[in-house]
């Protein structure tokens, strides 16, 4: 037998059982440190109870035409999860994982290193998920915020919107050196996401361009809300919105794994 | 037998030569050391035989198989240890072997593995638990997990204490008895007069010696003219530093 065939010999595990394997641990490691399980899940509802707390955001307002603060200001809990997930947690993982040579010494077994990624998205995903059902769930139950009136734009958008944001957060950890500049540029960004989504000026106090820019920036906080209040009509541009969405989604994870630096 | 041969390799990063001509072979059962000062290429070279890196020139054998084209085949066969490569804080010990033990088809029992490296105390433990030496146990472990015939370790001992060292000196030679070709890198020369057969002084991107350590130690005595030399001697001899001796 020739050196070349004992060396080829040996066969690969299928990929399905690796990435099984990988992500088994990655659950563990995750749920060892739960602080982004706790801020992402659990901190949207709370924040939103808080604000129930003061009786005057709990009174139907012509300002809201006709709604409370609380129901106008859910969407924007729900935001609040998503990016504390997506867009602050998935980057800081990563490039901690850069700087230290965990993706580095994968890259020297039979497995490319992708599957690491491919494990992160799968709990990053997952837990935008359990944070989004968290909040409407809550927001019902306690508040008495009714569900989503038009559920399957509103799980669309969901979707679309979310993965815009994993997708920025991705490019964010493509190229990022290390986690203390992941922080830096996930937070700017973070910033951003959140003053269009209204964390720090509800929306309707935003001047007309950052409202806009909510229409068109992930996770499109715009169509969330018309899609949780109903207010879908067809002069409602929300089959751009989500094409828009949709769009940032490709072109950011294309340019994030062109650009994705292994160490 | 040759089970790695390297002809001629030149690497540059930029501007930078990192490694202007290296050539070398390794038997089956050596343990090879890959010597030089700081910068001296001795990474990048063990690098671009792991396939890790893409040489700029130079014929690459390893197991018969280009580190450069037959990646994938050379990672089943080829364990490296990497300098510098951490493990996620709080993986547990075991959590990591079984992990890399599954991207194999045939890995070592993970168990015996344990045994072998003397840390099936500390199997729950997670990895910034672990003291520097059963980091680097546990970083040969991974190394090993996947039953390579060649494994190569860079700086292995480096930070350890010398307790620490000297168990990991023992592994070493544990390794090669179970019948695996070792390739070290190393800045120490007791380390490397210890433990290898043969070495390779690098030197600025070129081989300045390739020899057995006893007959770089009986060379370096010669040329002093009487009183018995050490390797380190002869390394420094062979770095440009003779002025030093």
């Not at chain 1, 986690?179 to 509800?202: D, E, H, I």
């Not at chain 1, 920036?217 to 018309?226: F, I, K, N, S, Y």
């Amino acid at each position: 037998m020739s050196t070349t065939e004992r060396a080829g010999a040996p066969g690969r595990p299928p990929l399905p059982a690796v990435l099984r394997s990988v992500l088994a641990v990655e659950v563990r490691l995750f749920l060892r440190e739960p602080l982004t399980l706790v801020l992402g899940v659990a901190m949207p509802s709370v924040v939103l109870f808080g604000m129930a707390a003061i009786p005057a955001l709990r009174e139907p307002s012509p300002d809201f035409g006709g709604m409370r603060f609380i129901d106008f200001w859910a969407p924007t809990a729900l935001v609040l999860g998503l990016c504390l997930v997506g867009v602050s947690h998935l980057p800081a993982v990563i490039g901690t994982y850069r700087e230290n040579g965990v993706l580095r010494r994968l890259s020297t077994t039979p497995v490319h290193p992708g599957v690491l990624l491919v494990a992160q998205l799968i709990i990053v995903l997952a837990t935008m998920a359990l944070s989004s059902l968290v909040l409407v769930v809550a927001s019902w139950l306690v508040l008495d915020i009714g569900l989503p009136q038009r559920p399957l734009l509103f799980a669309v958008a969901l979707v679309t919107g979310s993965a815009s944001l994993v997708a920025s957060g991705m490019l964010v950890a493509a190229v990022v050196p290390s986690a203390r500049a992941a922080n830096g540029v996930a937070t700017l960004l973070y910033l951003v996401v959140m003053l269009v989504g209204g964390l720090f000026l509800p929306r309707f106090l935003l001047p007309e361009v950052l409202v806009r820019m909510g229409e068109f920036t992930p996770p499109g906080v715009q169509l969330l809300m018309d899609a949780w209040w109903g207010r879908v009509d067809s002069t409602n541009p929300h089959a751009v919105q989500l094409a828009v969405m949709a769009g940032i989604t490709v072109l950011a994870a294309a340019a994030a794994a062109r650009l994705f630096r292994w160490e | 037998m040759a089970i790695i041969e390297v002809a001629n390799l030149r690497k540059r990063y930029g501007e930078k030569v990192a490694v202007e001509d290296v050539s070398f072979s390794v038997d089956e059962g050596e343990i090879f050391g890959v010597l030089g000062p700081n910068g001296a290429g001795k990474t990048t070279t063990v690098e671009c035989v792991s396939g890790v890196r893409e040489p700029d020139r130079g014929r690459l054998r390893v197991l018969g198989l280009d580190p450069s084209t037959d990646r994938t085949r050379l990672r089943r066969v080829l364990g490296i240890q990497l300098q510098e490569a951490r493990l996620p804080d709080r993986i547990r010990v075991v959590e990591a072997l079984r992990m890399y033990a599954s991207f194999h088809q045939h890995p070592a029992d993970v168990g015996e593995l344990l045994s072998m490296l003397d840390i099936t105390d500390r199997a729950g433990a997670q990895y910034r638990t672990l003291s520097g030496g059963q980091q680097q146990r546990l970083s040969i472990a991974l190394a090993l997990v996947g039953r390579p015939r060649v494994a190569v370790l860079d700086e292995l001992t480096t930070g350890l204490d010398p307790r620490a060292r000297r168990e990991t000196w023992k592994l070493v030679e544990r390794v090669r008895d179970s019948g695996v070709t070792i390739v070290l890198v190393s800045h120490f020369m007791d380390e490397a007069e210890r433990l290898c057969d043969r070495v390779a002084v690098v030197d600025r991107g070129r081989v300045a010696a390739l020899d057995t350590p006893e007959r770089l130690v009986a060379r370096a005595s010669h040329e002093r003219g009487g009183g018995r030399a050490t390797l380190e001697d002869a390394f420094v001899s062979l770095t440009g530093g003779g002025d030093l001796l």
